[in-house]
């Protein structure tokens, strides 16, 4: 028993420091979100908060830019998973495969993760100028200068045109999580399938993609969360324009607590977002759930 104790005592005093990071920096501030979110209150230090019950949730639920800030988030999703997750998979197939330079490979698709989120938002603006852009004097050169258009300000072209380069920048970072799917297959599994007389194809299908579940199920929850919560790139790109029509809920939070000083309405889309990111986490816990079927 005294082992046993001291064990405990040991285990405790070395969990304290991370539990208490947890405490000051999740816990603690979530706690106060959520009892923010029933308050309304400017953001003044000192200032007493109003208690207003569900009216924050009430107006922010009832308003027509914040549906359309959860539909520009649903797009963000549907090119999570239409486009990165098959891109980022096959990214991962050739950098695990025996072909040659694939460490060459490997540093070329992470590059662009490497690169801050304001970089990249930059340089695209650049190249899609409609007027200097590289883009447009690409088109212009080869007679399709009819199709050159204003891409980041005009509506739902531009959530999609910031879709698309958020899926070119986390390319790289999303292959590295199926590279650890992937490479953490027993040999001997496809080797034994390969002797069985199994083609590529099938080996891709059957051995895989079942055994690489967990790598689709980490994907899931961070493409998931990351879509609610999108705001850097959308911001930078757009900054929510024209109209707002590009908003997303991360850049509502924003203006709501730092721009109109409406720190309640804030904490409440806050609030929302956590309940959806938690809710959609556990089903796709559940929906990619691998047996252990080795």
């Not at 208490?20 to 920096?25: D, N, R, T």
């Amino acid at each position: 028993m005294t082992y046993k104790r001291k064990d405990h005592l040991i285990s405790i005093l070395f969990l304290f420091p991370a539990l208490l990071l947890l405490c000051v920096f999740i816990i603690y501030p979530t706690i106060s979100t959520i009892k923010l979110s029933f308050h309304s209150w400017k953001g003044i230090y000192g200032m007493a908060q109003e208690f207003v019950g569900f009216s924050n949730f009430q107006k922010v639920l009832t308003s027509d830019t914040f549906w359309n800030a959860m539909l520009n988030s649903v797009y963000f999703m549907i090119g999570t998973f239409v486009i990165l997750m098959p891109l980022s998979f096959s990214l991962a197939l050739v950098v695990t495969s025996k072909l040659k330079f694939t460490g060459f490979m490997k540093t070329m698709y992470y590059l662009p993760v490497i690169l801050g989120t304001t970089t990249v938002a930059l340089m695209w603006r650049c190249i899609l100028n409609p007027n200097t852009g590289i883009l447009a004097g690409i088109l212009n050169a080869m007679g399709l200068g009819d199709h050159v258009i204003d891409w980041l300000n005009t509506p739902t072209v531009n959530v999609w045109t910031t879709i698309l380069i958020n899926e070119w920048k986390f390319a790289g970072y999303n292959m590295l999580i199926f590279v650890a799917g992937i490479t953490s297959i027993p040999d001997t599994t496809v080797e034994a399938a390969m002797i069985d007389g199994c083609n590529y194809w099938q080996r891709l299908r059957y051995i895989i993609l079942p055994l690489s579940k967990n790598s689709f199920k980490v994907f899931a929850i961070l493409g998931i969360t990351g879509c609610l919560k999108v705001f850097d790139i959308i911001w930078a790109m757009t900054g929510g324009g024209p109209n707002d029509l590009s908003s997303t809920p991360g850049i509502m939070i924003y203006q709501f607590a730092y721009t109109y000083k409406k720190y309640g309405r804030s904490a409440a889309i806050a609030v929302i977002l956590l309940i959806l990111g938690v809710s959609l986490s556990a089903v796709c816990n559940r929906v990619f759930k691998q047996d252990d079927i080795y």
